[in-house]
């Protein structure tokens, strides 16, 4: 890129105004001179010192020097705090109550760009070698002996102040907005920490002599950079964590944006067809869908027939036939057939749309854990503060000459040891610990609240498909009528299934095939769409079909009807054939049980769990599966916005929810519940919604995942009692209360050894998580 230029008056008309996402300042280049062009291409750059650049060009945003231009978030998106959803603005910042960083309402489709995370990241990565070098110099000892006093302090100097006044600059801007607003955080103590820390070394090395030979060691007086510089790296890797595990929750917007088609087949007036974006379609319209292309919107079939698999939105796995007069829903995939459907809901009316925003409301009803630690640092900033007060007037007005010297001292003294590095770090070791435990487990959790939350749940609500079943068809049973024999009816059946795609099929093919039965290729292939197929075996004509295809070949069933109702009520699908006219026998499919579920729900009702099932299938279905399993509490035929009112109506009851699921219906309530559980074999979105994944899919993981809870919470309160300890020990100390006893007075350098000490206790222990039995 060239050098940038002066502006001049023609370029300043022709740009748009933008505002930066960094640093949230409108940015003007008509009274912004610094501009440059690049391949024909004018850009601007913010003069607020973030280095952002804006592509002048109305249809793209501010982007870091160095990086390719992004899309914008939609017009009028607001942005909001994950703690406190009731502050809204409509550009990026942070929370003036808590400091977290505003995130939009509701992501568009494709937009994952999160300019404070680019910008963390930034800060963390070029200041971290700088934070390394003055700890190894600090720390050196021997090594640096050849320095002057005055040389060492002007190098950690040097190297420390990037780090704490350029990449520790949004912690300190956080910090002075708590105090302003007298609303006390983290960043309240995490400023206040890093600050003294840096203002003290750096009176101790621009006016060495202000201090007594007391504070000096080797003839140099102690200076405390390389805390200040290390609390801002770690402080910031923190962040890009938290931040990443964050984005998490707006990926599931995203996805389910994402399942919609970007454009529709339009029928026009005059029989032709165009293609137009989902946008334009409005009610009415004539839409041809494809074979295997994607419903754009809800509607009604007009003409043709087809299956369409609804599992992503209802649960059921099994294809639904679609002909004309049926409701089809957009976002679900067409089969083998093609149909014409009138628009009937469009835009923020469809089914999909209703449960994004069900799942974005669902999201920023929760809050956060750190929730907790900022009503503790409220107070725990206050005592700090009045203790570092109280000790710097009583050594000034009482203390022996030079009295104010040791007064200053020893109120650093006061604030170093209270810095909140082993507070900070309390429960995010406990959390990090605990996450890689319970990854090699097969369990990920999202976030801290997961675990903080999940040892408190009292009810469990499961869904059926893909989470007690294996979520697919699988052959259960077949049943010879008289003068055919099960392998023979099996045989027949597979033969002809070769030629279908449907998943009925696919099931009786492969359990045939595990049979080893021989089987032949199908003559005169017949395919009727919704009810069943027809072809030639080896000289025989055969039937494989559901009830409607028997009455319609003029086949009676009711040799086998007591027989095929059982096995409805039992939750099969059945599929009746028939050979010359004759009834053969018939064959049951159906979603089988997965093996660990019972055991698995048996230990979770002796933990005091009560189990609940809530499924898309039919009552009959959801019931039988229910019996099985012991499971006395079942919702079947229910919507997505059913198991959202289902949770939210337990949750008025007092009771802590975890909801269990696999698939994009289930979403809404896996984000609603106080802890969503997806199963790691189902749809991207389910997990994307979800608080905790298991990875294989086994219903096990719920169950140590919930012990894992139980030990994390109990070692956070440990560390906090760590922490605290460490403080309630060592600030009366470092005020020098014992000194007028004999006892000593403490030092920074003592203070700051004392810091360490409850970091070190504060991760010793959390390690102890990685031997926990689940």
Not at 639 to 647: E, N, S
Not at 756 to 771: F, K, P
Request: glycine share 10%.
């Amino acid at each position: 890129m060239n050098a940038p230029s002066p502006c001049c008056g023609s370029h300043a008309a022709a740009a748009p105004k933008a505002r930066d996402p960094v640093c949230g300042m409108m940015v003007d280049p008509a009274t912004t001179p610094h501009h440059a062009e690049h391949a024909g291409v004018r850009y601007h750059f913010c003069s607020a010192g973030c280095r952002g650049k804006f592509l002048a060009d109305p249809d793209k945003y501010l982007t870091p020097r160095g990086s390719d231009p992004v899309e914008p978030p939609p017009p009028g998106t607001m942005y909001i705090c994950p703690m406190d959803p009731e502050i809204r603005q409509d550009h990026p910042g942070t929370c003036p109550i808590c400091g977290m960083a505003l995130e939009p309402e509701l992501p568009a489709a494709g937009h994952d760009d999160n300019p404070e995370l680019r910008d963390f990241s930034r800060r963390f990565w070029w200041t971290l070698p700088l934070s390394l070098a003055v700890f190894a110099l600090a720390m050196g000892g021997m090594f640096v002996h050849g320095l002057s006093p005055r040389l060492r302090n002007g190098i950690e100097f040097a190297l420390a102040t990037p780090v704490v006044l350029w990449a520790g600059w949004p912690f300190l801007q956080r910090c002075v907005q708590s105090l302003r607003s007298g609303r006390y955080n983290m960043w309240t103590l995490i400023g206040i920490g890093v600050g003294t820390a840096y203002v003290y070394s750096v009176v101790a090395t621009l006016m060495p002599q202000a201090f007594p030979d007391a504070f000096r060691r080797d003839g140099r007086v102690e200076v405390y950079f390389e805390a200040a510089a290390v609390i801002v790296s770690l402080t910031l890797l923190g962040q890009l964590l938290e931040l990443r595990a964050r984005a998490k929750t707006s990926q599931a917007i995203r996805d389910l944006l994402g399942l919609a088609p970007k454009t529709a087949r339009r029928m026009r007036e005059d029989g032709g067809e165009e293609d137009i974006e989902l946008s334009r379609v409005q009610v009415g319209d004539r839409l041809r869908v494809r074979p295997g292309e994607t419903v754009p919107v809800d509607g009604e079939v007009l003409e043709g027939r087809s299956h369409v698999d609804e599992s992503m939105l209802t649960g059921e796995p099994m294809p639904v036939a679609k002909q004309a007069g049926d409701a089809v829903i957009g976002a679900t995939m067409n089969g083998n057939g093609a149909l014409l459907i009138r628009a009937g809901k469009v835009g923020a009316q469809t089914m999909l749309a209703q449960i994004v925003q069900l799942v974005a409301q669902a999201q920023r009803s929760r809050a956060p854990m750190q929730r907790l630690a900022d009503k503790v640092a409220y107070g725990f900033v206050l005592a700090v503060l009045g203790a570092a007060l109280l000790t710097f007037l009583a050594w000034g007005l009482f203390g022996p000459e030079p009295s104010w010297t040791f007064a200053v001292v020893n109120a650093v003294s006061v604030l170093i040891i209270a810095c909140p590095c082993a507070l900070g770090l309390a429960t995010p070791m406990s959390i990090m610990v605990a996450s890689g435990r319970a990854a090699k487990t097969g369990v990920l959790f999202r976030d801290a609240e997961a675990i903080e939350n999940l040892r408190r749940i009292d009810t469990l609500i499961v869904d059926k498909t893909g989470t007690l079943t294996e979520g697919r068809p699988g052959f259960r049973s077949e049943t010879a009528a008289d003068g055919f024999a099960e392998d023979e009816v099996l045989r027949l059946a597979a033969s002809l299934d070769q030629g279908s795609e449907h998943p009925l099929a696919t099931a009786i093919v492969a359990e045939a095939r595990r049979r080893g039965l021989a089987l032949e290729s199908a003559g005169d292939f017949e395919s009727d769409t919704g009810i069943g197929v027809r072809g030639r075996i080896g000289g025989q004509r055969v039937a494989v079909g559901n009830s409607a295809l028997m009455r319609e070949a003029g086949i009676d069933i009711a040799p086998l009807q007591s027989r095929a109702d059982a096995l409805r009520d039992d939750g099969a699908s059945v599929v009746f054939v028939a050979a010359d006219g004759t009834l053969a026998g018939l064959i049951a499919v159906a979603d089988a049980i997965k093996p660990d579920a019972r055991d698995t729900l048996d230990a979770l009702r002796h933990e005091g769990l009560h189990v609940v099932m809530a499924s898309g299938d039919g009552i009959a279905t959801a019931q039988a599966v229910a019996r099985e399993l012991g499971i006395d509490e079942v919702h079947g035929e229910v919507r997505p916005q059913d198991k959202i009112a289902l949770v939210r109506r337990l949750q008025a009851q007092g009771h802590k929810v975890a909801m269990a699921g696999d698939g994009i219906n289930d979403a809404p309530a896996l984000a609603g519940a106080d802890v969503g559980i997806a199963m790691g074999t189902g749809t991207d979105v389910a997990m994307s919604s979800a608080q905790v994944t298991l990875l294989r899919g086994d219903l096990g993981g719920i169950v140590r995942a919930r012990r894992l809870s139980q030990a994390t919470v109990a070692n956070m309160k440990q560390n906090l009692a760590f922490a605290f300890l460490y403080n309630a020990l060592g600030v009366p100390i470092a005020a020098g209360v014992l000194y007028p006893f004999g006892g000593p007075m403490l030092s920074p350098m003592i203070a700051a050894v004392a810091m360490s000490l409850s970091s070190v206790s504060v991760v010793s222990n959390a390690l102890r998580l990685g031997r926990v039995k689940l």
